[in-house]
């Protein structure tokens, strides 16, 4: 690739270099035939070839790289360097595993019933303390709920709006273009609530946390007893996927803890996997439009390409098919 | 007379994109800068349907940017190819000077060609510095906090500079906005500097991958090289597409999806990928002075390679050291890019010292040395 040259290339500009004298082409070819000579004197010249040959350095590559790669795969770390850590797994938190999300395939949709099944877990659970700033009623519409559903939904809601023809401020109940409610008026009513932590908006969580929705549904799920010795402050709570493995947050999902409306049994799994979904969705509302106009962009500039590779060669096929005729002069004296 | 060479403004464009004679032996290393040219135009045209919604201002510039993501009409598509084209651009700058270094594309007669280029890059990375504080997350704040700050590492008048950049005595809405407004300035001054390059390689035209002359086997650009750059530009538009549409947020940081907040500093601060080889660098020098230094002499050491590369032989194709030498300078800067992305601890520290002193020594040693030697032993070759 870097040059189509073939390995007399180096003889050929050392010649040309030395077109004053002959000696270092001498020296060059002279030195080929040598090394000739040596491969085919020697007794055991099978094995030689089989050292030599291209197959034998293919082989012994991937026999290199693929043993390192199987001990990674095996292991979890590369081989003599897996042992240095910097950061402690405590300190960057425990590594989510990689969970089968439903939209996690190129090709894949959000699964909407999670979407409607997540929302109900985030109102009925997390929205008593975490809000979701960014998302209006509007934008639940065709995705987890008909537009009166919505419309009904942020109705139960009052908003303060106005001033009104008197100058007043009056409430009213919510449309379609409000924004979900925050549970808290300001940070510092927030932070009152909850023993001096702030609990994070979730509009753009799956997003803004390292693992996207494995890490939240790690989180969520992975509440346990601290092991021995780990010593863990007063209001605090033990998650091994939490960096610092201390979170303020305690274990909040248990195993029927809301009543799905399709009748989806609501184990703790369950849930977590709906609300994570439901989550994801708010962080990324474009999710299925993007993989669907993906698509098509792959289509386009796939066939784009293969077509300019055709007009390439075509442009170019008289060029690669030239001939290169060299005539030494004749007379060298002259020269 | 056709009007494309008649006419003065065309006439200089079928000089440089039409008749423009080119060797015919240049490989696909060659095509990257037609791409970056392709990257410029990209990020000026979705930077300027982001700044018809951006709002530069600390309370409102994060909400604008999520205002982009979810309300604006395909504004996500624009902004993430906005991000990624970034990526990419310097993915593609760092391939075009690679090749440079390869085939020795510095020597004379291409000196200038190579310094502007240089330029190009310093600017380069100033934009993009610039572009990543606009989204205002934590990342956003944070880099340019420390980047910032590097300035009062000069003696005397560093602190002041610091507040004059900042406009303030400390990070405030009036950088955001100056940020803003120069992150909207240089990319044409990039143009401009894109430009002054092209003109000073027609002088000599284009080296190729033997490091001799090619006057005598030249082809001109159209169609030859022009249908050969477009294969590589469709192919930049796959690969870019399948990380917009389905990776977006591969190449960033999640710490930048949370709101700015000057009262938390983040478990971890990193720029962007592409800038981790030159903060390994900085971080390497226990001195913050000498760091800062450092960091940009690692930059601006590019200037000296035509005088220390002393062979006589232009490229590494003839030659075997060099070949050697140039892979060996490639993995040392993959080690500081990963490098610059750990916590400055045991061992990550002392590995980055030993690659930041190869990382000089590459121009300062070992490539005059090979030079040398190579010279030496022509010279006692041909008597």
């Keep these: ?335 | 007379m056709r009007l494309l060479k008649k006419q003065v403004l065309l006439r200089f464009i079928n000089s440089y994109v039409v008749d423009s004679p080119q060797p015919a032996n240049i490989s696909y290393l060659w095509n990257f800068g037609s791409l970056l040219a392709t990257c410029l135009g990209l990020q000026i045209l979705t930077g300027i349907f982001l700044a018809m919604h951006y709002i530069p201002n600390v309370d409102l510039a994060f909400t604008s940017v999520e205002h982009i993501m979810r309300d604006v009409n395909n504004g996500w598509a624009v902004r993430y190819t906005h991000a990624n084209v970034a990526s990419f651009f310097f993915i593609f700058v760092y391939a075009h000077i690679a090749r440079g270094l390869y085939y020795g594309s510095y020597k004379s007669p291409r000196v200038l060609v190579w310094a502007i280029g240089v330029i190009i890059l310093v600017v380069m990375m100033a934009t993009a510095f610039l572009g990543y504080v606009l989204p205002y997350g934590q990342m956003s704040l944070w880099g340019a906090t420390v980047i910032t700050n590097l300035l009062s590492a000069i003696p005397f008048f560093g602190q002041d500079l610091v507040e004059l950049i900042w406009g303030g005595y400390s990070w405030n809405n009036a950088t955001l906005n100056r940020f803003f407004s120069l992150h909207y300035l240089l990319p044409f001054l990039l143009a401009a500097l894109a430009i002054a390059h092209l003109i000073l390689l027609h002088t000599h035209g284009s080296n190729n991958p033997n490091g001799i002359g090619s006057t005598t086997d030249r082809y001109s650009m159209h169609p030859y090289f022009t249908f050969k750059d477009l294969v590589t530009i469709f192919l930049f538009f796959l690969v870019l597409s399948i990380i917009v549409f389905y990776y977006p947020n591969l190449m960033g940081h999640s710490d930048n999806y949370i709101p700015a907040n000057p009262m938390q500093t983040p478990a971890s601060i990193v720029p962007e990928w592409y800038l981790l080889p030159f903060y390994a660098i900085l971080r390497s020098i226990p001195n913050k002075l000498l760091g800062v230094i450092a960091m940009f002499g690692s930059l601006l050491i590019l200037l000296i390679l035509p005088l220390t590369d002393v062979s006589r032989i232009r490229g590494s194709t003839f030659r075997p050291f060099m070949k050697l030498a140039f892979w060996f300078f490639v993995v040392d800067f993959i080690i500081l890019t990963w490098i610059g992305s750990q916590h400055p601890n045991t061992p990550f520290v002392e590995i980055g010292q030993i690659a930041t002193a190869f990382y000089f020594l590459w121009f300062l040693v070992i490539v005059p040395v090979l030079g040398l030697a190579e010279n030496t032993l022509m010279d006692i070759a041909t008597e």
């Design chain 1, 1 to 335: 690739m870097l040059s189509r040259l073939p390995a007399g290339a180096l003889k050929n500009v050392s010649s040309t270099l030395g077109a004053r004298s002959t000696v270092a082409a001498n020296v060059a070819r002279n030195g080929l035939r040598v090394r000739h000579a040596s491969t085919k004197s020697s007794a055991s010249s099978a094995f030689e070839s089989f050292l030599n040959s291209r197959a034998t350095l293919a082989g012994a590559t991937v026999a290199a790289v693929g043993s390192v790669a199987w001990y990674a795969h095996l292991y979890g770390s590369l081989p003599f360097i897996g042992e240095v850590h910097a950061n402690s797994p405590a300190e960057e938190g425990l590594h989510s595993p990689s969970y089968p999300w439903s939209h996690k395939g190129l090709l894949d949709t959000f699964d909407h019933a999670s979407i409607r099944r997540g929302y109900q877990v985030y109102r009925e659970v997390c929205a008593a303390c975490h809000s979701l700033d960014r998302i209006a009623w509007r934008n639940m519409v065709g995705v987890s709920h008909t537009a009166d559903e919505a419309k009904a939904m942020a109705e139960e809601v009052e908003y303060e709006d106005g001033p009104n023809d008197q100058g007043e401020m009056f409430q009213r109940p919510g449309k379609l273009a409000d924004y979900m409610p925050p549970p808290y008026p300001n940070e510092e009513a927030a932070r009152a609530g909850n023993g001096g932590a702030l609990p994070p908006d979730l509009s753009l969580i799956v997003k803004a946390r390292h693992g996207g929705p494995d890490y939240i549904y790690a989180l969520l799920t992975g509440y346990c007893d601290p092991p021995a010795g780990f010593e863990i402050r007063d209001g605090m709570n033990y998650n091994p996927y939490f960096p610092g493995n201390a979170i303020s947050m305690a274990r909040v999902l248990f195993d029927g803890l809301v009543e799905y409306d399709d009748g989806t049994p609501a184990t703790t799994s369950q849930m977590a996997k709906d609300v994570v979904t439901f989550l994801n969705w708010a962080s990324e509302p474009e999710h299925d439009e993007r993989k669907k106009i993906g698509l098509k962009a792959v289509i386009l500039f796939s066939a784009l390409t293969a077509i300019s590779l055709y007009v390439k060669r075509h442009k170019w096929s008289y060029i690669k098919s030239r001939k290169i005729v060299y005539t030494p002069p004749t007379d060298l004296k002259k020269h």
